[in-house]
């Protein structure tokens, strides 16, 4: 960030000597000074710092959208519940929340560990509202920069998670190289990546991901909206049908809710009642918006984590996504 009105003072973290150098910090959030990443990696952290200045969060922590994430982190990542995850996190010292947000799942872990120091890390200005909601835990700690390219010591975490995050970065390959140099050797890292769906849809993904780069910010928007109000209508029909498989284009058959069908092999039109329309339209603008969104089969995944030195502990596969616990 530039500009007149904005105030350096040179901090080190009083708690954790992580860094590999002092850093700025700017309205409580410590600046890397990485260098700017390709055209499309500029696009993909535009388009989340939007995403999440338009998201319009409760005091305290209530959207039904978070304890969806909440629910669903504890599923992929396999915790049977809360308690499970806490009783993990409780044996870490320095956490990092890779890819963080606006900082609601960072400021989760620091909760369940008020003695561990955690580090929310956002290449986009959503890091500055993670700081905002969240800077009066005094176990956090915020930093702007690019997690594929950090201002961290070697083996400086004892847990990384990066959720929902490192197939938008613009090489995941490399970021999961630094992640294996900042993860100390008793290390876990947690991540997801997107799964591969039919071949229509990756298509379709591909064109209107492609489509949408020439389009301002408000027609992306108008888009998302359009796209939401399909998904609903689709699901208001309540509607099943017995569909037969279509190997030769990745459709499985089946007795399926139409709107399930044609999202998950033609085009990706959210929506979730309990989310409700705005929280939906996020996740539709999130899915077109950036240019970076990386897509993998189970093998792919497996293949990207070992040749980084990787070791699962624990595979979890579905049709939105595959994610995993690892070490080095």
Known sequence: MTGSNRSETLVRDPDADIFQCTLPIDRGVLISGAAPGSENDIHTNAAFSEKWAKLEQEPEDEENWKTFQFSWYLSCYGYDTEADLSAFLVTRRVVLDAGCGPGYKAAWFARMNPNATVVAMDLSDSIYIAAERYGSLPNMRFVKGDIANTPFLTGAFDFI????????????PATIREFARILSDQGQLNTYVYAKKSLPRELLDEHLREYAKQLSREQIWELADQLTQLG???????????L????????KGGRQDLQRFIYWNFIKCFWNPEHGFEASKLINFDWYAPSNAYRYSLQEFTKLMSEAGFISEFLHSEEACHTGRFHK
């Open 244 to 251: 037969p498989n279509v190997p030769a284009l990745g459709i």
């Open 232 to 242: 609903k209508t689709l699901s208001e029909l309540n509607i099943s049908l017995d």
């Open 161 to 172: 998670s990066c959720d929902q995050v490192l197939h938008h970065t613009d090489d995941p």
